[in-house]
C-alpha cells in the first residue's frame, strides 16, 4: 500500500512569489491535515480537511490556505511568500476527522525554501 | 491551551545504555498522547500512543511509554539503544482524539558508539 506522497520535495522560492504544494493521502484516507515544521517554532498544525471541507485550522495568517478535491488530494498554498515561511512543510492522512481515534500517517514533506 | 514540552533538547547516550525521554502536557480535556520519531529527511514514524486503559503503553523498536496522570508525564524509555535509534523524537497531544496535534520541540537522541 503507497504512502503518503508530498510534491516536490524541495522547492525554492523568492519573497512576495506564491507556491502550492501537493498532497496525496493513503488510498481510502478523507483526511488530511498539514504542518509546518520550523528550527525556531517547531511543528505546528496549520489546517486539517475532511470530505473536501476545511475541519480544523491552526493559528496562521490568511496567505496560508489550502483545499480538497473529491479524491481527497490535498493542496495547500501560501501567496506572497516572506523569509519567515522557510520550512518544511509535512501532511498527514488518516481514515476520519477525529473522533474515536484513528492514526495519521505522515509524508515525507516539501522543504520550501525563501530567499 | 494545550501545550506540551519536552524538556531535553539533546540527549546523548551510549549504545546498548538505557534512555529516558521526557514529556509533559497540559490539557483541560481528555487527551490522547503519542510519541512520533524523525529520521533525518523522512517525515514523521508513530512510535505509540496512549488513548485509554493500561497506563503502560508498548511501541515498535522497542520503546514503552508510561503515562501518568497526575504529574501529566508521559514520559519515553528504552531499556537498551542501538546506533540506528539516533534521530528526533517528538511528544505530541491532541483533545479527544481531534487530527490537530500540538507537538513538543522535540529531543534530539544521538547514541555513541
Known amino acids: 500500500k503507497a504512502g503518503v506522497t508530498q510534491t516536490p520535495r524541495y522547492l525554492i522560492k523568492t519573497r512576495g512569489q506564491q507556491v502550492t504544494l501537493s498532497c496525496s493521502p493513503i488510498?481510502?484516507?478523507?483526511?488530511v491535515s498539514w504542518y509546518q515544521q520550523t528550527p525556531g517554532q517547531g511543528l505546528q498544525f496549520l489546517f486539517e480537511?475532511?470530505?473536501?471541507?476545511?475541519?480544523n485550522k491552526g493559528n496562521f495568517p490568511g496567505r496560508f490556505s489550502g483545499r480538497q478535491f473529491s479524491n481527497s488530494r490535498s493542496e495547500m498554498n501560501v501567496s506572497t511568500l516572506e523569509l519567515g515561511d522557510s520550512a518544511l512543510y509535512l501532511c498527514?492522512?488518516?481514515?476520519?476527522?477525529?473522533?474515536?481515534?484513528?492514526?495519521?500517517?505522515f509524508g515525507p514533506g516539501t522543504r520550501l525554501t525563501v530567499l | 491551551a494545550q501545550s506540551v514540552t519536552q524538556l531535553d533538547s539533546q540527549v546523548p547516550v551510549f549504545e546498548e545504555a538505557p534512555v529516558e525521554l521526557r514529556c509533559n502536557y497540559s490539557?483541560?480535556?481528555?487527551?490522547?498522547l503519542f510519541w512520533y520519531v524523525q529520521y533525518p529527511n523522512q517525515g514523521l514514524q508513530l512510535l505509540l500512543k496512549?488513548?485509554?486503559?493500561?497506563?503502560l503503553v508498548k511501541g515498535i523498536n522497542g520503546f514503552e511509554a508510561e503515562f501518568n496522570k497526575s504529574q501529566t508525564s508521559f514520559h519515553l524509555r528504552k531499556p537498551s539503544v542501538h546506533i540506528s535509534d539516533t534521530a528526533e523524537y517528538f511528544c505530541?497531544?491532541?483533545?479527544?482524539?481531534?487530527?490537530?496535534?500540538?507537538f513538543g520541540t522535540g529531543t534530539r537522541l544521538t547514541v555513541i558508539p
Open positions: 496512549y488513548l485509554s486503559g493500561s497506563t
Open positions: 505530541a497531544v491532541s483533545d479527544n482524539g481531534a487530527n490537530n496535534l500540538f
Open positions: 498527514a492522512s488518516s481514515w476520519t476527522s477525529g473522533g474515536s481515534y484513528n492514526e495519521q500517517f
Open positions: 488510498s481510502g484516507h478523507r483526511s
Open positions: 490539557s483541560s480535556v481528555s487527551v490522547y
Open positions: 480537511y475532511f470530505s473536501e471541507t476545511q475541519r
